[in-house]
């Protein structure tokens, strides 16, 4: 039988305007989303006006809009506002790019109303409307020098009901592309209204940073909430300035991260603050602290990065000596589950299966977040490694009795069973038919685990 040809320009060209007329008409007719799109496109025939006035309507009526909308009708109107934003991209702004980012701006700011009237736990409402804040930096090239200057008034417009940040995200998106001129008068604009906007703050350090004045960044830090204030931001921004020994206090501003759960490990900001620090010592000279700084940061949270700075800058052998020191540490990190996936992603799998055999009673089968990637990842050349993890995690769904997890469970115990004749002789676990001994014994009476594996339980 032929193959069916992939659609493509050079696929459909030769069946012909009339042909494709015809399907783009059936389509339209049974997709409102798809109808819009066309004739938007045959409005564009009469110019940039026919389009704008077509979006213009659509606009008004979200705006206007207050009525609920009913869940099931969620997908049609994230198909909707799809069609709006390519309507306003694709065929408005190559006509017209200053009306168009007009119209862009106009039509993020309708994210309020939409996001009150109905619930989008799927996503798809927020995804359009994020769509739409990447599409404006794309607009502002085609704007000549006197419609750029109009931007700060069309930006600050549109900030006072962003109660999602969208807005404001346009806003930074859009500040690289500015002249500093412009950027002057956007950073007024903002500077006004710190008092009402707390996200105001951030644009204006995007404005500092692109005029590259880490003076008026530090100054604005002081003046975010506690909680987004960056101390190693600005170390680095003073590092990229040359202004070392400044960066160095800022770095040494941050205290280690606290968790509050053990098995979690060092938050990742304290690697963060190590590499920083690191580059600044490197950066004054001090290569050895650099490097004992690296090396002690890796050892206390295993963060790749650190290590990889660390052994970037050592010779040929002496590289390979610290990788062997590096993998011992690893297997003896205090948090099992981060020697794991450190050693996985390095990638260093031979290491990885010997962590696991080492600390068999070690694996909480409740980290499913983890545990099925990495037996899997282990399981074609350490089956012995990857039978202790897929046993963790099928006793602790059955240790819960987790019945909504049986599915699940079945599944570990079938690869178990694959797994079982690799083993190797003296891998130290125990065997298949052991195993499942004890499992019946243990949970014999959980009917709903063993019809799924297809095997009846022991009689009582």
């Not at 769509?131 to 930006?155: F, I, M």
């Not at 700075?309 to 050592?314: A, P, T």
């Not at 599915?407 to 797994?419: C, E, K, M």
């Amino acid at each position: 039988m032929p193959r069916t040809p992939p659609l493509s320009l050079e696929s459909l060209v030769p069946l012909g305007a009339e042909k494709l007329a015809a399907l783009v008409l059936t389509a339209a007719a049974n997709d409102p989303a798809f109808r819009k799109r066309v004739v938007a496109a045959l409005a564009g025939a009469g110019g940039a006006g026919q389009i704008a006035k077509m979006v213009e309507r659509r606009l008004s009526a979200l705006e206007r809009a207050r009525a609920m909308v009913p869940w099931e009708k969620e997908r049609a109107l994230a198909a909707d506002l799809g069609a709006t934003l390519a309507t306003i991209v694709d065929e408005l702004a190559p006509r017209g790019a200053a009306v168009a980012l007009g119209l862009l701006l106009r039509f993020i700011a309708t994210h309020n109303g939409v996001f009150g009237r109905i619930d989008d736990s799927s996503g798809r409402i927020q995804a359009v409307y994020h769509d739409a804040v990447e599409a404006v930096a794309g607009l502002v090239p085609a704007l000549t020098s006197e419609e750029r200057e109009l931007l700060p008034d069309r930006l600050l417009d549109g900030l006072s009901p962003d109660s999602h940040g969208l807005c404001h995200r346009a806003a930074a998106r859009v500040a690289p592309l500015l002249p500093p001129p412009v950027l002057d008068r956007l950073d007024a604009g903002l500077s006004e209204r710190m008092a009402e906007d707390r996200d105001a703050i951030e644009i204006r350090l995007v404005i500092a940073d692109v005029l590259g004045d880490v003076d008026r960044a530090i100054a604005l830090e002081p003046q975010r909430p506690e909680w987004r204030q960056d101390p190693l931001a600005m170390a680095e921004r003073l590092l990229a300035a040359g202004r070392l020994d400044e960066a160095l206090a800022w770095c040494r501003r941050v205290p280690p991260s606290r968790r509050p759960r053990a098995d979690m490990g060092p938050a990742p900001a304290d690697a963060r603050r190590t590499g920083v620090e690191a580059r600044i010592l490197e950066a004054r000279g001090e290569a050895d602290a650099a490097q004992a700084l690296r090396w002690d940061g890796f050892g206390k949270t295993l963060d790749a990065a650190l290590l990889r700075e660390h052994v970037s800058r050592l010779g040929d052998f002496d590289d390979e000596e610290a990788l062997d020191r590096a993998f011992a540490i690893a297997r003896g990190f205090p948090v099992a589950l981060i020697a794991l996936t450190f050693l996985l992603d390095w990638p260093r799998p031979d290491e990885a299966a010997r962590l696991v055999l080492e600390r068999v009673r070690e694996w909480d089968g409740g980290r499913y977040d983890v545990l099925p990637g990495a037996a899997a990842a282990l399981a074609e050349k350490s089956p012995a490694a990857a039978t202790v993890l897929y046993r963790a995690l099928l006793d602790d769904i059955l240790s819960a009795a987790r019945s909504s997890a049986y599915g699940h469970a079945a599944q570990y115990f079938r690869t178990l069973q694959d797994l079982a004749g690799r083993l190797p002789n003296g891998a130290g676990v125990e065997t298949h038919d052991a195993y499942v001994a004890g499992l019946r014994q243990m949970h014999g009476r959980k009917a709903g685990f063993w019809s799924r594996v297809r095997e009846d339980p022991p009689e009582r």
